[in-house]
C-alpha cells in the first residue's frame, strides 16, 4: 500500500531463528509458569521461592521479556550491513535529538 510507505522484503538470512523466535514470544509465559509451579513445590518463605515469585511475577516477566526480546530480534541480529544499533544511526542522519552520544552507540558504523 502506498499509503504506508515503502515496504522491505527480508531474506531468510536476515530473520531471526524460528526456535528463538517462539523462545521470544513464550518466555513470559514461561517464566510465570515457573513460578507458579515452583509456589508449590518450595517453602513461602524460601529465599530461592521469594526471588523466583519476583521473577515470575507478572509485571516483571514481561519487562524481563521486552529486554529479551529486543536483544533476539533487534540488536543481536546482524543487519547486511554490518552495523549494530542501525536504527540509532538512522536517528542521527534525521537529525532527531536524543541524549546520548551517537558515537558510543554507532560503535561499527563508519556513517554516522
Not at 515503502?6 to 509458569?33: D, Q
Not at 540509532?88 to 558515537?103: E, G, I, K, P, V
Request: hydrophobic letters at 45%.
Amino acid at each position: 500500500m502506498s499509503v504506508l510507505g515503502e515496504y522491505k522484503e527480508f531474506k531468510l538470512e536476515e530473520t531471526p531463528k524460528f526456535g528463538i523466535s517462539v523462545l521470544t514470544a513464550m518466555m513470559p509465559v514461561i517464566l510465570i509458569a515457573v513460578a507458579t509451579i515452583c509456589s508449590f513445590i518450595f517453602p513461602k518463605n524460601n529465599p530461592v521461592n521469594e526471588f523466583i515469585q519476583f521473577i515470575g511475577a507478572p509485571d516483571l516477566a514481561m519487562l524481563l521479556s521486552l529486554i529479551f526480546a529486543i536483544f533476539t530480534m533487534g540488536s543481536t541480529t546482524k543487519p547486511k550491513n554490518g552495523r549494530y544499533f542501525d536504527l540509532t544511526c538512522r536517528l542521527n542522519q534525521a537529525n532527531l535529538s536524543y541524549a546520548f552520544d551517537h558515537r558510543w552507540w554507532c560503535l561499527q558504523a563508519s556513517s554516522c
